[in-house]
Nanobody
Framework: QVQLVESGGGLVQAGGSLRLSCAASGRTYVPSPMGWFRQAPGKEREFVARISRTGAGTYYADSVKGRFTISRDNAKNTVYLQMNSLKPEETAVYYC?????????????????WGQGTQVTVSS
């Protein structure tokens, strides 16, 4: 089993920044491709960014490209999401997820393990 725990959410003004962290653990955990998703009230969970197992490859949703940066430190079993220039419409619960089935995916259904989420609220 793999456990994922997100942290770093909070309240920030529009234009501000936050850095989310996702710590992975578990007896069977080994580094895998990981992603960040978000879900606003009444909306479906949407892809934000993903990173390859080694960190060499990254991919972003068009809506966050140039403002968000995903990275990882496999020595610490942690994946990060640096979010800059945040907008009120990006208020949501942010989730990290790990996949052991698909090398590159933006689909929530292709991720095997999920964290509990961390709330990000952007005020206008």
């Amino acid at each position: 089993q793999v456990q994922l725990v997100e942290s770093g959410g909070g309240l920030v003004q529009a234009g501000g920044s936050l850095r989310l962290s996702c710590a992975a653990s578990g007896r069977t955990y080994v580094p895998s491709p990981m992603g960040w998703f978000r879900q606003a009230p009444g909306k479906e969970r949407e892809f934000v960014a993903r990173i390859s197992r080694t960190g060499a490859g990254t991919y972003y949703a068009d809506s966050v490209k140039g403002r968000f940066t995903i990275s990882r430190d496999n020595a610490k079993n942690t994946v990060y999401l640096q979010m800059n220039s945040l907008k009120p419409e990006e208020t949501a619960v942010y989730y990290c997820a790990a996949t052991y089935r698909v090398a590159l995916s933006t689909r929530p259904s292709e991720y095997d393990y999920w964290g509990q989420g961390t709330q990000v609220t952007v005020s206008s």
